[in-house]
């Protein structure tokens, strides 16, 4: 594939969901750096990550691959988010404002690696 993953849309909003949301962690308390705040990092970072490490693929097969698991990163956080949002380590809008982003995100991943496996597809 060798594609620059840097002009993908699903990266570039992935890249501002990581930038919101490590500023929404910056408030959690103190206690949850090595919990909560270091899983949601963690699932965060894999996201925007995943997605670069797919475009250096060479094959759209592989790419999909990496895409999926960007995608259950994506999940992931929604979930501690959610549970986030539940402690109320944050204010309620502002988790819902990372949902709204983290959704988008969702559905420009699926939407590229369904794309690339219907290219796949219609090769054969």
């Known amino acids: 594939m060798q594609?620059?993953?840097r002009e993908l849309e699903a990266w570039q909003v992935s890249m501002d969901l990581a930038m919101f949301v490590y500023q929404l962690t910056a408030i959690f308390p103190e206690r949850e750096q090595q919990g909560l705040t270091s899983q949601i990092r963690n699932s965060l970072l894999s996201i925007p990550s995943r997605i670069a490490e797919g475009a250096g693929q060479?094959?759209?097969?592989?790419f999909a691959q990496f895409?999926?698991?960007?995608?259950?990163s994506t999940?992931?956080?929604?979930?501690q988010l959610l549970l986030a949002?539940?402690?109320?380590f944050a204010p309620f809008e502002s988790v819902e404002?990372?949902?709204?982003l983290?959704?988008?995100?969702?559905?420009?991943?699926y939407g590229l690696k369904k794309s690339l496996l219907k290219n796949k597809?219609?090769?054969k």
Do not use: G, P, W, Y
């Open 102 to 109: 983290l959704t988008e995100v969702q559905k420009m991943v």
């Open 121 to 123: 597809n219609s090769l």
């Open 58 to 62: 060479d094959t759209d097969t592989a």
């Open 75 to 79: 999940f992931e956080l929604e979930t």
């Open 85 to 88: 949002q539940k402690m109320n």
């Open 67 to 72: 895409l999926n698991l960007a995608q259950c």
């Open 3 to 5: 594609s620059n993953f």
């Open 97 to 100: 404002r990372a949902i709204s």
